[in-house]
């Protein structure tokens, strides 16, 4: 068991140990992971055993298309989460593609599990992001609880995909925790074409010195050729100014497949160039590629490690007990 191969920009390889989700942002709208998992659902070899039963769905709209949906039921293998002290080579390492760690659904004892094998393997820089930030909020304490402190490794971030404050709300929700590393993903940023951002949160850079963000992502979305969701050119450029304004490194991963069209350098190439992700089809001004400065050992230990759970056996869950909100 390895990671996955990831084609995304800003990380090494992904860890996938969770599975299953349901929409909660306008930046869901187009979940790529529901139809990643819908398929995975349908290989004989990945699904032999029955593990994707019941994560996703098939609706029918009021076109008669028919379309992929989460149900909100999730499946954790923990044989994934434990690989990764196997893994002897330093990476960063974004954790759960396909699912949300902090979704009503994870039980707390896998959260810690999880932030338990995160500090176990130090060598490696974990790259956690939610959308569920009064999750992450309350997790901080049982965290803290557990372990004293959050790992110096675990890179904490929130996807912020609008203007909106219940978008804008997760960077304070992100700034009470003790992460030590905080991030935000500006992807897929959806802009508001009746309020250019720096209207709309014009105190941008102090939000972001406030909560000690070192890095933040930003891209539009990927989406089909039909697709008008569209990261204007103003937004990315005011995220960029604000994000280094506030002292972060900033990370631009893609135009998004409107903006590219606009501009002229859609590509009907496969991947990247498509959704403008290659930074030769970029205004010069937008080319910038960074990581945040990290702390971290980068050596690998051969740790002894009590598992809470059997690597092999997996499991799925639903929310219960508890309630967050999912919307
Ligand atoms: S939180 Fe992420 S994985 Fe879950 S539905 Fe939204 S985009 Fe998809």
Known sequence: MSLDASGISWTDGTL??????????????LCYAVNRVYRHSQ???LHQDGRFDGLVERITLAD?????????RLLFDPSHLYAVLKDCKPKMIFVNEFSDLFHSATPEEVILEHFRVFKAASWHQ?????KRGSR???MNA???R??????ENVWQGVSVCSAKPVEMQRIDELGATGAHLRWLSFEPWISDMNEPLRKAIPKLRAILRKNKIAWTVVGGESGSKDDTNLMTLDDARYLIQESRAAGCKVHFKQLGTALAIQLGVYSTDRGHRSKGGSPDQWPEDLNVR???EFSGSAVWADTEFVASFKAGEWMHFEPGGVKYPTF
């Open 16 to 29: 996938n140990s969770l599975y299953g989700c349901k929409e909660c942002s306008v930046g869901c709208r």
């Open 43 to 45: 290989n004989p070899r």
């Open 64 to 72: 008669g298309r028919t379309t992929a949906r989460f149900t909100n």
């Open 126 to 130: 974990f790259q956690v992001l939610t």
């Open 136 to 138: 992450l909020k309350d």
């Open 142 to 144: 049982v965290i803290l």
């Open 146 to 151: 557990e372990l004293g402190a959050w790992p």
């Open 290 to 292: 960074q990581w945040p």
